[in-house]
Structure formats: structure tokens, C-alpha cells
């Protein structure tokens, strides 16, 4: 009889395999990106985190290829995570959240000061291109529009613009679009972008863009809750922030129990789409789960 799966444990392998990919990609900055810019970037891609765009990227393609991923997976998923990092320094600028504090540790900013941070944060979103692109695979140009299309004006960053908006409506549509855009599009590029680069097929594609926009909303709303549930110490930045400056969140609008339910059936769509992929439940059903379940 099989041993029941050990989300742990594959949290440990995949995790510990993305850190040595990222240190790895980072290799290829040449002698000409000045030293002090290359320390910025590796200051916050190296942080640590959960990590979890990436192992879904190869979760996906691990699950359409049943084997060994190719070389495109591996690229995709640092890219993704380039383009994940990006944006919280960015997020963390004095001029949009200006948090002085991420995964427990002074923000990029804060170290580097402003203006190396902002160019630490282009860097990355543009080297997470020049990652993707590199490469015989003729899937690579698809690979770019997906990552593009998601991190872009009509993804992460048009649902950042709807998070600063100052007439903000305590509204759920508006919640919801605003971080199906923030959080869901990047996380849901993550998940296709997996699919794609293993050679998926368009029923695949869609059972993965289902997963990721459901679990970039429940994991979206779980942030929103442990906003108001968890300590600094473990969420590795200050608690309460959304509420003192006077953000909208989904305990705030649905209350504390209808936002942990939305989460959880959210999860179960999440589920439902890839049981084609996924038959016997593993990883893909243990993130959706854990998306809601974690503690910071």
C-alpha cells in the first residue's frame, strides 16, 4: 500500500530545488550588470518565501509529463518567481505600501535605498524574459506571452493600481477583480505556464488556468485573514496593515467565518478541475489545501 502523501515533504524537495535554480539563474548576470545591483536582486529573490508559483509551475508539468520536466519548465519557473519578487519590492516603495519589513527582514529599500530598489525590481521583471527566452524551444515565444499577459496592465499590475485606488468600494465584485488581477493572474500563469512548457494539451491548459484563478483567490482571501489572525513574528511582516491604512479586505466585507467558507469552496473548485490530471489526490490537491490551511 502506497504512503499517504507528505505535503512536507515535497514542500521540502521543491522548495530546496527552487532555491538551487534561483541561484543558479542568477549566475547568468554577466560581468557587466554593475555588483551592486546584482546584490539587490539576490537580496530579495534569495529571501526565501513559500515558493509556491514555482513548485506549482513544475507540480503542472510534472503532472501533464510524468516524469522528468524540460529544461522550458525549469526557466518558467524562476521566471515566475523573478516576476513574484518584482512586484513586492515594488509593493513594498514607500510611494505603494511602504512596508519597511518582508519575510522577516528589512524590505529592499530599506537596505539599498529607493532608487536601487526600484531598479533591483526592473531587473528582475526584465531578466525573468531574457530567463524564458533563452533557449531552442520553439514553446519558449508562448511561454513569454503568458508570463507577459499576466504580469502586465491587464493582470498584476492593472489589479495593483485597483488596490492603491483611494475611492476603493467595500464591494466583494470589486475585491474579487481586484485580486483576480493582484494575486490570481501571476498564480494562474504559474499553473499554465507548467502545462505549457511539458507540452499539455488545451484541455489541460484549461483544467490549470481553473485551478490557478480558484487558488489565487482562496490563497488571496487566506492572506486577508491571517491579516487580522496572525502575528508579525509569523507572517514576517506587520500584522494588521491592511486595516490601518484602511484597505477593504474580505473579513471586513463578508465577515471573518464567510471568507474562510468562500476560501475553502474555492479550494474544492480548485480541486474538481484537475482530478483528469490528478487522479489519485498529491501535490496539486495538497497546494489548493494549503493555500488556505497555512499559517502565514
Known sequence: MDAPFSLEAYLGTQGARVEALLRKSL??????????????????????????????CMAFAEAVAH???????????????????????????????????????????VVYGEALAILAGDALLTEAFTLLSTGPDPVRGALCQLLACAAGAAGMVGGQVLDIAGDRPAQEAYLSRLHALKTGALLRAACTLGVASAGGTAAQLRAASTYGEAVGLAFQIADDVLDVTASAEALGKPAGADAEAGRHTYPAVLGLQASLQKARALVQTAVQAVQELEPVPGPLAALAHYSVERQA
Open 67 to 109: 516524469g522528468p520536466v524540460p529544461p522550458a519548465t525549469l526557466d518558467a519557473a524562476c521566471a515566475v518567481e523573478y516576476v513574484h519578487t518584482y512586484s513586492l519590492v515594488h509593493d513594498d516603495l514607500p510611494a505603494m505600501d511602504d512596508d519597511e519589513v518582508r519575510r522577516g527582514k528589512p524590505t529592499s529599500h
Open 27 to 56: 549566475e547568468r548576470l554577466g560581468e557587466t550588470t554593475p555588483p551592486v545591483l546584482r546584490d539587490a536582486m539576490a537580496y530579495s529573490l534569495l529571501a526565501g518565501g513559500k515558493r509556491l508559483r514555482p513548485v506549482l
